[in-house]
């Protein structure tokens, strides 16, 4: 059984910054690509970031490129996302998500992805 728990979230000033981290369980971890989804009130959930199973490519949403940096560290079983210059649109529960995923196409869809964590909420005030 894999599990998935994310933290780090919390409410923050805009032009902050936060880091997120989503500690796996299982020793299957680096076999995984790793994404980051988020889902704000009343909006369909958000692709944000994902990472290749070795950590060599990673891939952003056009809403959070240059401002967030998605890595992960296999040894200890964790991704992260760093969110710079967060904006009050950023405001969301993030997700973190892993899965199967061998197409450099399908990082993006949410259905791709095979467990899931219970979102961490990130709060951006104005």
């Known amino acids: 059984q894999v599990q998935l728990v994310e933290s780090g979230g919390g409410l923050v000033q805009a032009g902050g910054s936060l880091r997120l981290s989503c500690a796996v369980s299982g020793r299957t971890f680096s076999s995984y690509a790793m994404g980051w989804f988020r889902q704000a009130p009343g909006k369909e959930r958000e692709f944000v970031a994902a990472i290749t199973r070795g950590g060599g490519t990673t891939y952003y949403g056009d809403s959070v490129k240059a401002r967030f940096t998605v890595s992960r560290d296999n040894a200890k079983n964790t991704v992260y996302l760093q969110m710079d210059s967060l904006k009050p649109e950023d405001t969301a529960v993030y997700y973190c998500?892993?899965?199967?995923?061998?197409?450099?196409?399908?990082?993006?869809?949410?259905?791709?992805?095979?467990?899931w964590g219970q979102g961490t909420q990130v709060t951006v005030s104005s």
């Open positions: 998500a892993g899965g199967n995923i061998l197409s450099s196409l399908n990082y993006y869809y949410a259905r791709q992805y095979n467990y």
